[in-house]
């Protein structure tokens, strides 16, 4: 488990997003009304979709804690917003970046050891900024072959 350590600069998106828990998980929900309408945006750079979670400062994975999760898309800037989504600015900060590989039944196992293995044993605390998956062209959500970058906020100790 090797992260690329860089710099995602400071990015603006448009989307949509929900509030809820691990208990209560609505990435699907959120998900499925963000894609029809994707298209709606103007101004996107790229193709690739963002999985944004905004953990609140005192976050500590407990599965009925709730937290903030987005599907967006990256703009330029955020002129003519669809009806019903809404904006959000990412800062420029430091990341370790994971590439993770293999369907989504398997991803929490992923992020589970890069919480209790890597995170502990780097010379980096986690950063409370937001925590972001790239769905790129690699990305096909169910399949054993389908890869994601993971983003995971981070600053020296």
Same mark, same amino acid.
């Given at each position: ?11 603006? /998106?448009?989307? #949509?997003?929900? !509030? /809820? ?7 699907? $929900? ?35 804690? %709730? ?14 917003? %669809?009806? *019903?989504? $809404?904006? +959000?600015?990412?800062?420029?900060? +430091? ?21 209790? #293995? ?6 980096? $605390? +986690? ?5 972001? $998956?790239? !769905? *790129? ?15 995971? %906020?981070?600053?020296?100790?």
């Amino acid at each position: 488990m090797n992260p690329i350590i860089k710099t995602f600069p400071t990015t603006k /998106f448009i989307g #949509k997003n929900l !509030l /809820f828990t691990y208990t209560d998980y609505r990435a699907f $929900e959120l998900w499925s009304s963000f894609m029809p309408r994707r298209n709606e945006i103007q101004n996107a750079i790229g193709s690739e979709l963002y999985n944004i979670q905004i953990n609140p400062d005192d976050f500590d994975f407990q599965p009925n804690k %709730p937290f903030v999760k987005w599907a967006a898309v990256a703009v330029s800037s955020f002129e003519n917003i %669809p009806e *019903g989504m $809404e904006s +959000l600015l990412i800062p420029e900060g +430091l990341y370790a970046v994971f590439n993770y590989k293999g369907d989504q039944a398997n991803a929490s196992e992923f992020f589970r050891k890069i919480y209790t #293995k890597w995170l502990p044993n780097s010379n980096y $605390e +986690l950063d409370n900024r937001p925590q972001f $998956e790239i !769905l *790129g062209e690699k990305y096909n959500r169910n399949h054993p072959e389908s890869e994601e970058d993971i983003y995971i %906020p981070i600053k020296p100790i």
